[in-house]
């Protein structure tokens, strides 16, 4: 059995600009290639992703284009929430902005991090992630976009560095590894932090991610998920 995101409208919800590309861009790519409609919504700014020896005055410009260049390679739509770096919290106002991103894009699989992933805007994402998965499809919530029909499946995406995260199902991205690292290299200003004390060599990090979660499946490269089984949230694959 092989899964087709064909007749998919798969939205990755990440906290960061680089996020999707650590954990989910293969998946995206595959999703592309079997005729899926794409996108990635970035819910924070990128502002404090600043480098302790080369400073930039327009941090949030760049990581923005960082973005948009990374999503050109996949053909992938791109929205953009803005909440301030450590500031993303599970309040009315980022709510609101996700639910209109879900309604302009009208996604039918949600890909969002973890509730146990490591960073606070990851758990902050991942809970904005789920919530507007329900409310996007209440005509009582009230945006500039009309409510959804239903509301989108969500999966949860694998950690960063897959810690605390037992993996329910694996995607073959083995295909998919170049782009991943193509999309990668966008973010040259996180890429160049990756010597820092506080920080990771990413390319270094997502290689070896996706590398041993394919040895786990008996395929050169995956990427993992859990589904959210709530009700009206499952899905028949």
């Known amino acids: 059995m092989k899964l087709s995101f064909a007749q998919d409208r798969v939205l990755a919800v990440m906290a960061h600009p680089d996020d999707a590309e650590l954990l989910c861009a293969g998946t995206l790519a595959r999703a592309k290639t079997d005729g899926a409609a794409i996108a990635i919504c970035v819910m924070c700014a990128g502002d404090k992703g600043m480098s302790r020896s080369e400073k930039t005055t327009n941090l949030t410009d760049v990581r923005r284009a960082e973005v948009i260049d990374a999503a050109k390679l996949i053909a992938a739509d791109t929205f953009f929430c803005g909440v301030p770096d450590g500031e993303l919290a599970d309040a009315v106002p980022a709510r609101r902005a996700l639910i209109e991103v879900y309604r302009q894009f009208e996604p039918t699989l949600v890909l969002a991090h973890a509730a146990t992933d490591y960073h606070p805007d990851h758990r902050a994402a991942s809970a904005l992630a789920e919530a507007a998965s329900w409310f996007a499809a209440s005509g009582g919530h009230v945006t500039d976009s009309p409510a959804l ?52 060599p990413l390319e270094e990090l997502m290689l070896r991610q996706c590398k041993t979660r394919g040895a786990q499946a008996g395929v050169a490269a995956a990427e993992t998920f859990r589904a959210h089984n709530a009700f009206k949230r499952a899905r028949a694959w």
């Open 149 to 200: 029909p239903a509301p989108p499946a969500v999966w949860w995406c694998d950690t960063v560095n897959m810690a605390d995260f037992t993996p329910e199902f694996y995607v073959d991205v083995s295909g998919h590894v170049e782009t991943k690292q193509r999309m990668l290299d966008c973010h040259g200003s996180q890429l160049r932090r990756g010597g820092e004390s506080d920080f990771a």
